[in-house]
Structures are given as structure tokens and as C-alpha cells.
Nanobody, 122 residues
């Protein structure tokens, strides 16, 4: 019953910026991983940026120095600030969250959003 809602995608010129947001809702006990993936036409889905269980961040080499992932734990929301966008960044961006539903029953979740399209073109 966990739901992820993404927003912020759209059309942007090369060199421009966008900020994506993803809010998780539902009967969530805790979230231990949350991040962003993307899938470009004809390519496999790949990790863009994510928080690991210890709070550190992990970025794809192709976006290091340009993208920044951040979060608001109180709102169960994760953001992806994208700068210096390139045509190669064009893709559907998906939010992913993993966590615990019920710590007593030890049930976990792995949820995905519907995706938001980012198009970088002049």
C-alpha cells in the first residue's frame, strides 16, 4: 500500500536545471533506502542517485558533480536537484523506496513511482 508520487519533470534546454520530488505515503514504519533511477530509450534502467542505509549517498559516475540528492525525513520525501543538464540525461526518472512495513511481522516493501519524464533538448 506504499505509494510514491514523483513530480518536477518536464522539458528543459541543455545546461538548464530541474528539481524532482518524490513523496512516499502509506503505512510505513521506516525507510532505509530511497533514491532515483532512470531509463532512457533503448537502455536499461540505471541508478542515478540514492541514499544508503547508513545515510551516505551514491551517484552514477555520469551525474557526479551535476546532480544532488537530498531528503526531508519528516515528510518522507526525496529530491533530485539536477544542474547542467545534457541531452543524454533525457529519460524517465523513477523514484524507489525500500523499507519496513511492520517490524514485528518483519514485512518489508520495495516501491516504485510511476516515473516522470525529463527531456533535455533545445
Amino acid at each position: 500500500q506504499v505509494q510514491l508520487v514523483e513530480s518536477g519533470g518536464g522539458l528543459v534546454q541543455p545546461g538548464g536545471s530541474l528539481r524532482l520530488s518524490c513523496a512516499a505515503s502509506g503505512s510505513i514504519f521506516s525507510i532505509y533506502n530511497m533514491g532515483w533511477y532512470r531509463q532512457a530509450p533503448g537502455k536499461q534502467r540505471e541508478l542515478v542517485a540514492a541514499f544508503t542505509s547508513d545515510g551516505s549517498t551514491n551517484y552514477a559516475d555520469s551525474v557526479k558533480g551535476r546532480f544532488t540528492i537530498s531528503r526531508d525525513n519528516a515528510k518522507n520525501t526525496v529530491y533530485l536537484q539536477m544542474h547542467s543538464l545534457k541531452p543524454e540525461d533525457t529519460a524517465v526518472y523513477y523514484c524507489n523506496a525500500r523499507g519496513t512495513l511492520n517490524p514485528i511481522l518483519r514485512t518489508n516493501f520495495d516501491a516504485w513511482g510511476q516515473g516522470t519524464l525529463v527531456t533535455v533538448s533545445s
